[in-house]
């Protein structure tokens, strides 16, 4: 079955569950659409925003896209909303695809990332700032590296992704491959183990596009001056 099917098939739990919700087939491609409620922990209406879901061909191993249709959010970048295409932008691409990485459901989606970015979109109104944002474009991956991998020194997250590339077996109880002295269990094998989900084609291009940013280059510039 094609992206599309799969979508379709998928979306008939969310709108039996949420009777805010339709779905239609517009131009071919199949959509969620309708309103979103989000309640606070007493179940008391908190906002309301106008949505739309739409399918992608390669779904359920990359996210729908989705989109606030009611006008409430800036399209823009500062938003989280990408200002050429008009949808939302919800995560980083590595997030992105180790989440989809077996294939997702489309009603947890919607209850998971779609309803969080709701509310933080909720959280910025009321507050003016986001509760937890990333950077845009490569600067926010390279973020998420840094708290997957619980360093800020882009070097120690450039070895950390060739030894996921090289695929080798760490035995839990040696020393781990950051060379922290730690035992690997105690270091990074949750990190090792999340990011394991990633295909070597994603962790070669994220090797090449952490080595081709600005931050690499200033940090290797850095390097070079201090005779290391």
Not at 50 to 61: C, G, H, L, N, R
Not at 90 to 97: K, L, N
Not at 130 to 151: A, D, P, Q, V, Y
Not at 205 to 211: S, Y
Request: proline share 3%; glycine share 8%; net charge negative.
């Amino acid at each position: 079955m094609n992206g599309y099917t799969i979508f379709e098939e998928q979306a008939t739990a969310v709108i039996e569950k949420y009777k805010e919700l339709s779905f239609k087939i517009e131009d071919g491609i199949p959509c969620v659409f309708g309103s979103i409620i989000l309640v606070d922990e007493y179940g008391k209406i908190e906002d309301t925003y106008q949505i739309e879901i739409k399918a992608v061909i390669d779904y359920p191993y990359s996210f729908p896209l989705l989109f606030e249709t009611g006008g409430r959010i800036p399209k823009n970048i500062d938003w989280h909303i990408f200002e050429k295409t008009g949808n939302c932008c919800i995560a980083s691409p590595p997030e992105e695809y180790i989440i989809c990485n077996t294939g997702i459901n489309l009603l947890q989606f919607f209850e998971n990332q779609v309803k969080n970015y709701f509310y933080s979109q909720t959280f910025r109104n009321q507050n003016g700032y986001f509760l937890k944002e990333r950077s845009h474009g490569n600067l926010g991956w390279i973020e998420f590296f840094e708290e997957t991998f619980m360093t800020t020194n882009i070097f120690n997250i450039e070895f950390g992704l060739i030894q996921i590339l090289e695929g080798q077996k760490i035995d839990r109880v040696s020393d781990c491959f950051c060379g922290s002295g730690k035992k690997y269990r105690k270091c990074h094998k949750i990190s090792y183990d999340v990011l394991s989900k990633l295909t070597d084609g994603n962790v070669r291009m994220f090797i090449e596009c952490l080595r081709n940013s600005d931050e690499y280059k200033s940090a290797k510039y850095k390097q070079s001056l201090s005779g290391f």
